[in-house]
């Protein structure tokens, strides 16, 4: 008899790692997927596995999700009847530079689980990354569900919004249900080295300059990891899959924070001054996110309850726990 698991796929990434631990803690059996890519630190996303390695309900493989033949052969052993897909090339930066890993992983790696997905028998829900930089130059604020989203501004993004049109086609051809989730600015321990707070951070301990883009004039939608893990785990649950088999939700914070005031909280929690090095816009990027979560709230009962000078408190008391310092 084969065995029931639920599949999250980047379970050595920073969402993966938490959305494991948290099924794990509420008994889930869990089998993690993960390439190790070299984008960032190895030894990081080996050192979050190390944390679920006591889990006698979790297994991991190193596997790449756009290896078709591995990618079978691992389904075929568990048959699994619910997804979680996380694997991702991130950062909108580096889909300038590398784009042809954004659309292996991000678009091949998400349309082979699909493949897999629609042939097996009495399949639950496919969960599925995407991301608030689908929104592009958006004007309208918040951010809905129900916004056009055809014009995207980075690779990254462009990415993102192929994810959502291809679980669309998929849910529409085979009738499977796919859940896809637009995450907003999303932080906290165990978080990425290119992210804000982690990239802030690593420079002031080192007294280097921060790099401020469009000369401080930023907002974003900041979340709290925990936020997102609720939102998350809510998704994969749902109780509106045949009502509504193909859904999209924002889970953000549904506030904006001003990019120098997340700075002053960041010096705040670790007690060091920021060198400033003011830029201007960087390619791809935007000014400001925010999202609209009615329909989050509505359907999955999402509530986001960490304010942001909490949410980096916590971030920079685990910094400091992880390097000693």
């Known amino acids: 008899m084969k065995k029931t698991s639920i599949l999250v796929t980047g379970a050595a990434g920073f969402i993966g790692f938490h959305l494991t631990n948290f099924l794990l803690k509420k008994g889930f059996s869990v089998v993690g997927v993960d390439n190790l890519s070299p984008y960032y630190s190895v030894d990081l996303k080996r050192d979050r596995l190390k944390q679920l390695e006591g889990h006698s309900n979790f297994i991991f493989y190193e596997a790449d999700i756009s ?10 052993k568990y048959e699994f009847k619910k997804i979680v897909n996380l694997a991702a090339q991130a950062g909108v930066r580096y889909s300038l530079i590398n784009p042809f890993e954004y659309i292996k992983t991000n678009v ?10 629609r042939f097996q028998e009495n399949f639950e829900n496919f969960v599925y ?18 916004d056009r989203v055809d014009t995207p501004i980075s690779v990254y993004a462009a990415t993102k919004r192929m994810d959502e049109l291809l679980a669309h086609t998929y849910t529409h051809l085979y009738n499977f249900p796919t859940t896809g989730l637009r995450f907003f600015t999303v932080y906290g321990p165990w978080g990425r080295p ?3 707070a982690f990239l802030f951070a690593d420079k002031m301990r080192k007294k ?14 900041f979340t709290y990891i925990d936020d997102i893990i609720t939102g998350i785990y809510a998704s994969l649950m749902r109780e509106n899959l045949k009502k509504n088999p193909y859904r999209l939700y924002n889970l953000g914070n549904s506030h904006t924070v001003e990019l120098m005031k997340y700075v002053e909280l960041l010096e705040d929690s670790l007690g060091i001054k920021a060198q400033k090095k003011f830029m201007p816009m960087q390619m791809g990027d935007v000014k400001a996110t ?3 979560i009615a329909q989050s709230q509505k359907e999955l009962g999402y509530n986001p309850k960490t304010p942001v000078e909490e949410g980096l408190k916590n971030f920079i008391d685990w910094y400091k726990t992880y390097y000693k310092i």
């Open 67 to 76: 290896n078709k033949k591995m990618m079978k052969s691992l389904w075929n």
């Open 108 to 117: 091949t790696g998400l349309l082979v689980l699909l493949e897999l997905a």
């Open 129 to 146: 990354a995407s991301s608030s930089s689908v929104y592009g130059k958006n004007n309208k604020h918040p951010f809905s569900v129900e």
């Open 194 to 196: 290119d992210q804000a």
């Open 208 to 221: 280097e300059p921060i790099h401020i883009f469009n000369n401080g004039e930023m907002q974003r939608d």
């Open 290 to 292: 925010c999202a609209d």
